[in-house]
């Protein structure tokens, strides 16, 4: 792992196997102000999460020994870190496959420098906290802006980053039907029009698993057909 530099302002771990553009995206990131250590494969990456302790992940899915995937998956087995995905795959299904595996967003190389900064910053402001911001209660559910928890009949319940932001705009706009634009739009913000609808969809899946009794029932989280999802109760 490179030692980091631009001190002071949020962490950022680059892991790509591809040292120029690990190069390159650094100092893109470090202009941005922005406290940046990189590695080249999933083992220095794995160092770098327990000492660097990162604010965001930015993660090549394709390394060499340890997989994206991989990493991936054990940081969701550890919390809610933010991880935008950086892959050369353009298929669709490996698209979904990182979401479902809970990334909070997705960058197809080749890509802009300046847009991976954009979408590093927009995961980043979204994931933060909101001062002055109170619980807000629908039936069953409380959404805790500034403590970002969410708590169901009193259970809590653990999100990613992304499936917090999209549950805390429906509970706060409860039974309003929203299209996948819609959501796009107001809960992906600046990124929205370089998301798939099929993001929505993903993160509404997962939503469902850890909220519902019957995710093929859902009593909250309700799909309208041909038009898009509602917080009904």
């Known amino acids: 792992m490179t030692p980091p530099t631009t001190p002071g302002g949020q962490r950022i771990l680059l892991v790509d196997d591809e040292p120029r553009i690990c190069e390159v995206v650094a100092n893109y990131l470090r202009r941005d102000g922005y406290e940046v250590a990189t590695a080249i494969d999933g083992e220095t990456a794995r160092s770098g999460l327990i000492e660097f ?55 197809v190389k080749p890509f802009s420098p300046r847009e991976l900064v954009a979408r590093v910053r927009t995961v980043l402001r979204r994931v933060g906290p909101k001062p002055g911001a109170g619980p807000v209660e629908f039936d069953g559910i409380i959404v805790d802006p500034a403590r970002r928890a969410v708590s169901v009949v009193g259970v809590s319940v653990e999100l990613t980053a992304k499936e917090f932001d999209l549950l805390s705009f429906l509970v706060a706009n409860p039974l309003q039907v929203f299209s996948r634009g819609e959501l796009l739009k107001s809960v992906w913000g600046s990124s929205a029009e370089w998301q798939d ?25 309700q799909t309208v057909w041909g038009v898009g999802y509602r917080l009904g109760a």
């Open 53 to 107: 302790k990162p604010d965001l992940v930015v993660l090549d899915l394709m390394l060499p020994a340890v997989s994206g995937f991989e990493l991936l998956t054990e940081i969701r087995r550890e919390g809610d870190l933010p991880v935008i995905l950086l892959t050369a795959r353009a298929e669709e299904s490996d698209r979904v496959a990182g979401l479902e595996l809970g990334a909070d967003d997705y960058v």
């Open 197 to 221: 609808p099929a993001t929505v969809t993903v993160h509404v899946r997962r939503i469902r698993q850890k909220i519902e009794p019957d995710p093929q029932a859902p009593r909250w989280v």
